[in-house]
C-alpha cells in the first residue's frame, strides 16, 4: 500500500503469504512511478532497507527514505510520517466490512 502524504491511497498490492514485503515492493514502487510520475520521495519503515533502496534510486529515479526507530528509544514513540499509513489503516478498518480481526466468529455456530 502506498499513500500521499495525507494518507489517502494511491496504489495497493494484494501479493501471496509466502512473497516478503521487500520483494513485492519492487512491483508496488514501479505502480508508484508508472502512475504518479510527479512522485520522488517515498517514506518506509526499516523492513524495507537494503539493496531495495539503491533499486528505487538507479532503476525507478525514487528517493526511498528509510524511517527507522533508533536503539535509544524507550517505549511508544511517534516517527515522523509512519502514522501517515497507521492512520490509513484506521480509515479502513472503520468500515465493518474490511475488518479482518474479529475477536469472535460472525457466523452463527453449527451443531
Known sequence: MVTDTLGLLLVVAVIA???GDRDAATGLLGGVRRLH????????DGGYTGDLVDWCRQRLALTLDI???TDDMK???VLPRRWVAARTFAW???SRRLARDYEICP???RR
Do not use: S
Open 92 to 94: 479502513l478498518m472503520n
Open 75 to 77: 517505549g511508544f514513540v
Open 17 to 19: 503469504a509466502n512473497i
Open 107 to 109: 457466523l452463527p455456530a
Open 67 to 69: 524511517v527507522k526507530r
Open 37 to 44: 510520475r510527479a512522485i520522488t520521495l517515498v517514506w518506509a
